[in-house]
């Protein structure tokens, strides 16, 4: 088409998404119906990924911005989603602070030079975003390239500190979290400056995000729910306050997720975010009361509920969107990433259900 | 002694334990300080325990009545603690009923035949504890013949109907439950004639506990956070409610423990239980509010705070009393078990703070 139409087109885009269901649930605008996006929604479940991942691995499609944009598209392209999330990990950024990382088959990540000590924590690199994580700015934009034609919103990530803490102390998953909770516990002070760099990089990976093009920002802090309500108020909260307030110089929504966080939901609140992101632990009415109404809420349907027969699947979404009874902000999504061997065949009717059962 | 002064004796013991912290605690009843005994407190972390293990497996002092009483007294002759809990696993019960059970090494325990269908539900054992855990109730009828003579009161124990049966599904430990959660979800009637009969086992095996000896008894729900409060309220609440109920035949105080159950409090106490057992993932002040006056509380320290040094250790403990606030009906314990790498001495000044600091 002519330049002058391809620009009035994209202005008409830029304003389909400004107002797309998602941004505007964000915002706590009413909407036509409840938006939906899954966690980890471009990944292993999907035959395009899995075909794509016997090529390349997982850092590699991470690290080539052409692979990762295709792959955020996938689920864009196969459900009626209401967002788009670049495709990455929360692990890069440690990498650009010194950490090798690897994806180990089976096991997932590892990192080989765990952070141990205060000294550990001095010898990391206080680096920048644009220059140890381009490769997720470029791919931000490919995908902006796609996404825009289609009116469709895109979201950035970033892991929280206190996640990103975990792993680079645990180095890999853990199952009770023991070895960063007793760094955290045994030495204060080198506890305080590994989350001030965390911080800082997680604040300003956001914002370049933003930056680069993402819609929205989603902070996951997985791993939080592990501490007590007075170890998060005392040696993380500061720190993902920080990290978010960084962010919010870019003027777009954020989210704030975490798991198992139901005995500080109002802490987390209070750490930042215009939407808080919660799992299936707790009946979302309840969530939302506690939270009052100055959010929107993200969730919290159980991941393992989509390996169930469609009826017993929808008897549980349906629960979800009754509990949050129609209320402007709410966002559809799992309680935490969708798991690899969910039936691609339920994902797609999910969001045609959800969709469906609250068109106003 | 003559046999007069000896029965003399041990009637004036069993006054002393109806009157002991911990069990006027379970009653609500006023004390002269804070009880504190600590989950898995006889186990790895203790050398007398550790230098059995290079003789033994776990198993096998299981099923030594005399080596698990032997053990059972390791932690109350090293601590001023203020129960005993008799030395078992949650596990043994799905023995009896026809599992194949093993401790591997480093991993944890395994279930080589799992189940994983009507059929295999069908076909598992309803059996008696008599028959299939006789010598856990011969430990418990050694172990009362060493406590009787402090006055100090034993604890009896079985693990709740979900987490019995997400070990028998799942085989083993697991991160998120996903193939329990799919039975239940999938499968519901096949699901409600599992926890039928592991209900009315759990509920005969802690009954026959109290009747060996047990002064109280808890039911350990380790892993019902992995549930959403309406999937807990319709496929799991019923069954604990039962178990609970067959075990209230003995009239000895229940406590009800489980972790990550901040999203579900309320119906773990509608469940039932005169102690409810919380983790550390909530405030206690906040737990004890929204489950009322009528029940006493256990709990709640991080395990991981024992890994501090003592200062911060103590902020910690401090935290957790000062929570409770004096209330009548506080059990001071870990939100979990205690993890094998704890160092001793800390343990030792922990119990004995939790006493000095509430001393009335």
């Known amino acids: 088409m002519p330049v002058n139409d391809k620009a009035e087109a994209l202005t008409h885009n830029s304003l389909l998404v400004e107002n797309s269901r998602f941004l505007r ?26 075909q794509l991942r016997e090529c390349y691995t997982i850092l590699e499609i991470i690290k080539t911005p052409e692979l990762a944009s295709e792959v ?10 209401d967002a788009a999330i670049i495709f990455a990990d929360i692990l890069p950024p440690l990498e650009g602070m010194g ?50 034609t289609r009116g469709l919103p895109l979201i950035g990530f970033s892991g929280a500190p206190f996640t990103l803490a975990a792993y680079a102390v645990e180095g890999g998953g853990s199952r009770n979290h023991a070895v960063v909770k007793s760094l955290m516990m045994t030495d204060p002070a080198a506890w305080h400056r590994l989350m001030e760099k965390l911080s800082n990089l997680v604040g300003q990976y956001l914002l370049a995000q933003a930056k680069a093009g993402a819609h929205a920002l ?6 939080v729910g592990q501490l007590s309500p007075d170890d998060y108020r005392q040696f993380v909260m500061p720190y993902t306050r920080h990290a978010i307030d960084i962010a919010r110089g870019a003027g777009v929504p954020i989210i704030h997720f975490g798991t198992d966080t139901n005995g500080m939901l109002e802490l987390l609140r209070e750490a930042g975010g215009d939407v808080i992101g919660v799992d299936w ?4 009415r309840e969530a939302w009361t506690r939270l009052g109404d100055g959010v929107a809420i993200q969730g919290n349907l159980d991941p393992v509920a989509l390996f169930a027969p469609w009826d017993g699947l929808r008897t549980r979404a349906q629960y979800v969107l009754d509990q949050a ?12 990433g969708i798991l690899p061997e969910t039936p691609v065949e339920n994902v797609k009717r999910l969001v045609e259900f959800v969709h469906e059962y609250t068109a106003v």
């Open 25 to 50: 649930a964000c915002r706590r605008q009413a909407i036509d119906c409840t938006p939906v996006w899954l966690m980890r929604q471009a990944g292993r479940y999907m035959k395009e990924y899995r």
């Open 72 to 81: 955020t598209m996938q689920p864009i392209n196969a459900f009626d989603l």
């Open 99 to 148: 950490l090798e990382l690897d994806f180990v088959k089976g096991e997932g990540p590892a990192i080989h030079n765990p952070v141990r000590s205060a000294a550990d924590i001095e010898r990391l690199h206080e680096t920048s975003p644009e220059e140890s994580l381009w490769f997720t700015l470029e791919a931000i934009k490919l995908a902006r390239a796609e996404l825009d």
């Open 218 to 223: 989603q902070i996951f802090d997985s791993w």
């Open 281 to 284: 632990r707790i009946d979302l």
């Open 325 to 336: 009874d129609g209320r402007v902000g709410h966002i559809f999504n799992l309680g935490h």
